[in-house]
Nanobody, 123 residues
Framework: QVQLVESGGGLVQAGGSLRLSCAASGRTFSNYEMGWLRQAPGKERDVVAHISGNGDYTYYADSVKGRFAISRDNAKNTVYLQMNSLKSEDTAVYYC????????????????WGQGTQVTVSS
């Protein structure tokens, strides 16, 4: 089992930046691949970014490439999502997720979820 707690969400103007953090507790953090997903009102959950256990592989949704960066610090059991050049369409609840299996990256592939943190971008 792993517990995930997100922080860092809030209200920001378009063009601004936020950094989300996710603290994990439980078993060996480096054993987990980590993801950030988001869900906007009336829309399905989408994978925004994903990182492998040792950080050598990352994935980004096309909509955030070049603007968002995922990273992790295994010594601190923490994963981050740096969000720059934010747009109104980035407004959503952002979830930190973890998985122990490998394969295709999809919203259904994560075993553990945080409670979510709201990000609101005003235009």
């Amino acid at each position: 089992q792993v517990q995930l707690v997100e922080s860092g969400g809030g209200l920001v103007q378009a063009g601004g930046s936020l950094r989300l953090s996710c603290a994990a507790s439980g078993r060996t953090f480096s054993n987990y691949e980590m993801g950030w997903l988001r869900q906007a009102p009336g829309k399905e959950r989408d994978v925004v970014a994903h990182i492998s256990g040792n950080g050598d592989y990352t994935y980004y949704a096309d909509s955030v490439k070049g603007r968002f960066a995922i990273s992790r610090d295994n010594a601190k059991n923490t994963v981050y999502l740096q969000m720059n050049s934010l747009k109104s369409e980035d407004t959503a609840v952002y979830y930190c997720t973890a998985r122990t299996t490998f394969g295709r990256i999809s919203p259904d592939g994560y075993n553990y979820w945080g409670q979510g943190t709201q990000v609101t971008v005003s235009s």
